[in-house]
């Protein structure tokens, strides 16, 4: 089992940025990857970068590519998603979640800190 608390979510005007944080409890954090989704009100969950737990992989979404940043700490247990150059469609609520090394799903899932853009 993992805990998954996600934070720095808040209102930004849009061009500014933001960085959120997903802290993991447990002692496998290094073997799980991390994902970031979104979901916006009366849309479905839409996958915005995920970070392998061997080599660091990465992958992002179509629609924050170039503009969002994923990385993780092993040390802290912890995996960030740094936003930058926000655009008012970027609002919804973020989820962290992971995905263990001996599962194809994103197994564990956080609460959601919500990200407001303003126009």
């Known amino acids: 089992q993992v805990q998954l608390v996600e934070s720095g979510g808040g209102l930004v005007q849009a061009g500014g940025s933001l960085r959120l944080s997903c802290a993991a409890s447990?002692?496998?954090?290094?073997?799980?990857?991390m994902g970031w989704f979104r979901q916006a009100p009366g849309k479905e969950r839409e996958f915005v970068a995920a970070?392998?737990?061997?080599?660091?992989?990465?992958i992002y979404g179509d629609s924050v590519k170039g503009r969002f940043t994923i990385s993780r700490d092993n040390a802290k247990n912890t995996v960030y998603l740094q936003m930058n150059s926000l655009k008012p469609e970027d609002t919804a609520v973020y989820y962290c979640a992971a995905q263990p090394d001996y599962s194809r799903e994103y197994d564990f899932w956080g609460q959601g800190t919500q990200v407001t853009v303003s126009s």
């Open positions: 447990g002692r496998t954090f290094s073997r799980y990857g």
């Open positions: 970070i392998s737990w061997i080599g660091g992989i990465t």
